[in-house]
Nanobody, 126 residues
Framework: QVQLVESGGGLVQAGGSLRLSCTAS????????MGWFRQAPGKEREFVGA????????FYEDSVKGRFTISRDSSKNTGILEMNSLQPEETAVYYC???????????????????WGQGTQVTVSS
């Protein structure tokens, strides 16, 4: 069993930055990947990016490339999502998740994830 606890959401103006954290506890996390998703009201959960916990490799959805960065602090079992140049349309609840699946297509699907954080609200004002 893995527990994920998120923090760091809030309100930011368009063009601003936010940093989200996701701390894992429970069983050893080294065999997992951590993904970040977001879900706006009335919309499906959307993939943002993911990081392999073992080697730190990461990849992103095209819409956030160059603006969002995912990293990990293995000593603290914490994943970080740094978001820059945020836009109002990126207002959503942001979730971290844990998966044993690592692959360009598979890791992007919410169905691949066994565990989820509680979600944190990110609101970008215009």
């Amino acid at each position: 069993q893995v527990q994920l606890v998120e923090s760091g959401g809030g309100l930011v103006q368009a063009g601003g930055s936010l940093r989200l954290s996701c701390t894992a506890s429970g069983r050893t996390f080294s065999s997992y990947a951590m993904g970040w998703f977001r879900q706006a009201p009335g919309k499906e959960r959307e993939f943002v990016g993911a990081i392999s916990w073992n080697d730190g490799n990461s990849f992103y959805e095209d819409s956030v490339k160059g603006r969002f960065t995912i990293s990990r602090d293995s000593s603290k079992n914490t994943g970080i999502l740094e978001m820059n140049s945020l836009q109002p349309e990126e207002t959503a609840v942001y979730y971290c998740g844990a998966t044993n699946v690592w692959g360009w297509k598979a890791t992007k699907s919410p169905l691949a994830y066994d565990y989820w954080g509680q979600g944190t609200q990110v609101t970008v004002s215009s």
